[in-house]
């Protein structure tokens, strides 16, 4: 069970490190961080409209919207409150293996990223360990890797 949960380095044929795949619990850990932003950011959204008594359908909308996507807007930019903390980055896995470790993925393969992740759930995230870069299939069809510091 242990390895399981143990993050591992991954290095080239030259023992230099290419990849630190983070363990499925830090993983499932900054999912769980990133709901609670979500839920919170809801919260005080629709309090706010609340009290400002701003009943529109559109506007609730467009928050709504930006809520939701969260995600994919803050990886593609740096990375989710969720993933700072637990110490994660989500990269272009294409220029992870030409050695560039800096490279975020796009909002457009973000956002494939993401409904992904919510369509497939937690099993998507199961599929990690049966990968040598610990890439679940939302990553996969993101053309995303997940990495830690």
Avoid at 81 to 90: A, I, N, S, T, W
Avoid at 121 to 126: E, K, T, Y
């Amino acid at each position: 069970m242990e390895e399981i949960l143990d993050q591992e380095e991954l290095s080239d044929e030259r023992g230099i490190p290419k990849i630190h795949k983070p363990s499925l619990l830090i993983r499932i850990k900054s999912s769980m961080i990133d709901s609670m932003v979500v839920l919170l950011l809801l919260f005080i959204a629709f309090e706010i409209l609340n009290r400002l008594k701003i009943e529109s359908g559109i506007a609730k909308g467009i928050i709504l919207t930006f809520i939701i996507l969260y995600e994919p807007i803050f990886v593609s930019l740096s990375r989710t409150l969720g993933q700072k903390f637990m110490g994660l980055h989500v990269r272009k896995f294409s220029l992870m293996e030409d050695g560039n470790q800096e490279a975020n993925i796009n909002i457009f393969f973000s956002i494939i990223r993401f409904l992904a992740k919510i369509f497939l759930g937690w099993i998507s995230l199961l599929t990690i360990h049966g990968d040598d870069y610990g890439r679940a299939i939302h990553d996969k069809l993101g053309g995303s890797v997940m990495t830690i510091e």
